[in-house]
DNA sequence: GCCCAGGGAATCG
DNA sequence: CGATTCCATGGG
């Protein structure tokens, strides 16, 4: 695989060469994060802007295989390499996944992965990614987006450029009336249930992610109030880099009805099966409807 | 099994 | 435009 590495460094810009088909747009417009926006610079094909551990970071995108990055070289190395997952070789995840099916799956599956060409599972922090799919519940990205923002600015702390996740120990301290208060509706009870396990030590967060079994995980995360098997797959693969975890929603449910006649086993796809949900449901959900087919 | 629980975005008529 | 639908989970 190409292996990234800093090229430039230049008025705080890092300029990354070998970093494949790494798309900006899909990695951040595919609902697997809720703390990036687009940022307006005329300069870039796509730029965003955004917070994750702590740290705000802005990422632009101009030529194939190069990325830039406004961070120190020490954060890159550090923290982005390994959240972007620039370190994982998708060049041979892709062909292990277009292998796995032949005949019309296949197919499907084909092009499902070119419509998605240059997405990254992005490698989230574990109580933020329970956290945030625990507020996606029942719900749509704008308002997710919009409650996740306030809930940052009130019970994060504020670092530049912004504010970090809270805690869950904020959000005990908060409160379940306040978490309500931030419009969360009927999930307030379920994220203040999450806060107050994982800042007791009730639930390990570290140890679920150490867990050789995806249903122990998956068994842990669920003892929360709230989180069924939907929010449990989509926190392990998005937080827990869990590859192997396949959250089954609407837009699943949707691909598999319409394009695959015998159903589809997750299986198939092995440790990677949660690399092919995001293509189906990248595929299904933002590519596909548009066509009109 | 069935209905309901925030609320706002998306889609429909 | 207003009306309806959508959404993942638990509890009554």
């Known amino acids: 695989m190409n292996v ?49 551990f702590g740290k705000y970071v802005r990422l632009a995108e101009k030529e194939k295989g190069r990325l830039y990055i406004k961070a120190s070289e020490k954060d890159f190395y550090e923290t982005w390499l390994v959240y972007l997952s620039l370190d994982r070789d998708y060049i041979a995840i892709n062909e292990k996944i277009k292998g796995s099916l032949s005949g019309k799956d ?14 990254r599972i992005l490698r989230q922090d574990p109580w933020e990614a329970l956290c945030s799919f625990i507020v996606s519940q029942n ?27 809270p805690t869950p120990e ?19 009870k379920y994220i203040y249930d ?13 140890a679920v992610k150490n867990m050789a079994e995806y249903a122990d995980a998956e068994g842990e995360l669920m003892r929360i109030k709230g989180v069924g098997p939907k929010v449990a797959a989509c926190s392990l693969l998005f937080g827990f880099e869990r590859l192997d975890a396949f959250p089954i929603d609407v837009w699943i449910k949707k691909v598999i009805a319409n394009r695959f006649e015998n159903g589809l086993d997750p299986a198939v796809f092995g440790e990677y099966a949660g690399i092919a949900q995001q293509y189906l449901f990248y595929y299904e959900r933002y590519v596909s409807s548009a066509l009109g087919d």
Not at 12 to 21: A, N, P
Not at 107 to 113: G, K, P
Not at 194 to 206: F, I, T
Request: overall charge negative; glycine content about 10%.
């Open 4 to 52: 990234p590495y800093i090229a430039d460094n230049k008025n705080g810009w890092l300029t990354i060469e070998g970093v494949g088909d790494f798309s900006v747009f899909r990695t951040f417009d595919c609902g697997q994060c809720f703390r990036f926006d687009p940022a307006c610079d005329p300069t870039y094909a796509c730029e965003v802007e955004g917070i994750a």
């Open 106 to 119: 296949g197919e499907h599956m084909l092009r499902a992965a070119s419509a998605s060409e240059g997405i």
């Open 139 to 165: 719900n749509n990205i704008p308002r997710i987006k919009k409650i996740i923002a306030a809930m940052s600015e009130k019970y994060g702390e504020k670092i530049e450029g912004g504010y970090a996740f």
């Open 170 to 188: 904020s959000l005990r301290d908060a409160g379940e009336s306040a978490i309500f208060e931030l419009r969360t509706g009927f999930r307030a």
């Open 194 to 206: 999450a806060a107050c396990k994982v800042s007791s030590g009730e639930l390990d967060l570290l």
